[in-house]
């Protein structure tokens, strides 16, 4: 109940309404830009995603219900890129979690440089996406890329490969991009967790006899889930949201054998001009998120992580 009274004419509220008010004045400002600068968009591709809504022709824009839904997933190719998306997500998640928490484990040891070592591994969270993007289809170029010239001169491999012109090759190369640039995320996160771990419980542990597998599946691991859970979880949204790499490496080719659902949303936005189309992919990509936050939360039981 808001406390307020008339003085000469005006409304005055006491000062514990003022008090109870100062905090929401203060993020009026930030949720005002959220609401222009995210809800807008939200709203309007929501819109356009039940429109025929392309640039190429401006004044054939009109309603056309679940026609956009329909078209979207009658594409020739939409379940090889949902199955590709499936498998980016998967082995770049999986991948980024087991070698970063190697990687933290390996750093939260103490030895000579440690701190110089941190500092050069955790060197690839620093480039942006499309550099990185850049260094490996350079790398991974079928003609003068230097893992070819690697291979080759090891005795790995007899001739040259086109990895970003072979289907299956060029969806791995992607993957292995987006792992080598998200290590370092989960290292840090899981290297920060790792040492809020109390020295006393390992040396309890010792005590009692306890090995090393049985101290990280009793000590290590409950104590850093809490952290695991949200870094997995960010992740997963992230890449699955990510189409920057692809684009840059091999742009969903060849014949969309490495396109993934946001790439490919992206091709149909910016090359096809065919905004209605890309509007309902990404409500889809919304839905299928929302969905996913859902289930991944309660399957894991985050509300219960880190209580012993």
Known sequence: MINKHTRGGRVCF???TKRRAEPYL?????????????????INSFVMAFQNYKLTAPTKIAFNGLANFKKLFSETDIWLIIQNSFLYVLFSVAGQFLLGLTLAMALNKRFPFRGLYQAIIFLPWSFSAFVIGLMHRWSFNGEYGVVNDLLLKFSVITEKIAWLGTPGYSLAVVIFAMIWMGIPFFAIMILAALQSIPAEMYEAAAIDGCGVIRKFFQITFPYIKPTVIVTVLLRTIWIF????????????????????????MYTKAFSSYDFGLASA?????????????????KTTKYNKAGNF
């Not at 992919?281 to 939360?297: D, H, N, P, S, T």
């Open 14 to 16: 006491s000062p514990s």
């Open 26 to 42: 203060f993020l009026f400002p930030t949720m005002l830009l959220l609401v222009l600068m995210f809800g807008y968009p939200l």
């Open 241 to 264: 949201n990510s189409f920057d790499l692809i684009v840059v490496i091999t742009n969903g080719g060849p014949a969309n054998y490495s396109q993934t659902l946001p790439s490919y």
């Open 281 to 297: 992919l990404g409500v889809v990509l919304m839905v299928v998120l929302v969905l996913y936050v859902a289930l991944f939360l």
